[in-house]
């Protein structure tokens, strides 16, 4: 097979086996550098998303600080008219001219005039999404929203918690978000952070066994329905927002055990 091969690629040489193995050994290599290039690219993208909507996040928290100083700025996230009224005040006296994100981009490179202009508490702008603190089940009623910091919940403007991996419970009013929700969505929900990061979703678990003294459970992602991607996580490494799926099936194990 490999002479015929070589003999239709590299017609009358002598050494056509040696120089068809050495094609697809070059050719393989070349197509995993364009894979890791791809891969890298790919994560360069995420990486940029990611930063970008941390990064609106701060100025939408800055806006609702600045709501009390400046006239005009309406209530909600993602309102370019918001970004052009803060840019042109004059305290801040920047251009407003530009799409939305350019906007956000120069609102954020400035963020220390304007915290230092309307004399703002920085530690509280700066805390769009909460990595270092540990909250308990006492927290959940109190955890206040990552973009006004209110922690007012009511049934026209709920918090919801965010299911993805936090150190601490993190909400988000559901008129605060952008585009702004005017429903609690059912199931798994994930923030604008989360979502960024492209986070995978556990939608259930399927099993459960000890690797190495450590509990380990299988479990099925969102999205991906072919038994191939269902891999083993450490019971540790299950996001809190999805700790419920794990009880569950604790449950149902108990229970086909009786």
């Known amino acids: 097979m490999q002479a015929r091969l070589a003999g239709m690629l590299f ?19 070349k197509d995993f550098i364009k894979e890791e290039e791809r891969k890298e690219a790919a994560s360069e993208a995420i990486q ?4 970008f909507t941390e990064m609106r996040l701060v100025v939408e928290k800055v806006i609702h600080l600045c709501r009390p100083s400046i006239k005009g700025l ?4 993602g309102i370019k008219s918001n970004y052009v009224r803060m840019l042109d005040d004059d305290r801040i006296g920047l251009s407003s001219f530009g799409t939305k994100k350019e906007l956000i981009e120069r609102l954020h490179e400035h963020m220390a005039h304007i915290i230092n202009m309307f004399s703002l508490d920085r530690q509280q702008v700066y805390r769009v999404v909460n990595l270092s ?3 308990d089940e006492s927290d959940l009623e109190t955890a206040p929203c990552e ?12 918090i919801i918690l965010c299911d993805g991996d936090h150190a601490g419970h993190v909400g988000y009013h559901i008129r605060c978000l952008s585009p702004a929700l005017y429903y609690v969505p059912s ?16 939608e259930e678990v399927l099993d ?5 003294g450590v509990v380990n459970y299988m479990v099925k992602w969102k999205g991906y329905d072919d038994p191939s991607y269902n891999s083993w996580q450490k019971a540790a490494d299950i996001p809190k927002g999805s700790r419920h799926l794990v009880t569950e099936f604790n449950k149902r194990s108990r229970g086909a055990q009786k």
């Open 11 to 29: 017609p009358g040489s002598k050494d056509g086996v040696a120089r068809l193995r050495r094609f697809f050994s070059e050719k393989r290599m």
């Open 48 to 51: 940029r998303d990611l930063e």
């Open 74 to 77: 309406k209530h909600g996230a």
């Open 133 to 135: 603190s540990e909250c």
């Open 147 to 158: 973009i006004c910091n209110s922690p007012e919940d009511s049934v026209e403007n709920p």
């Open 187 to 202: 199931g798994t929900w994930l923030c604008p952070v989360c979502k960024a990061a492209n986070l995978f979703i556990i």
């Open 208 to 212: 459960k066994k000890t690797i190495g």
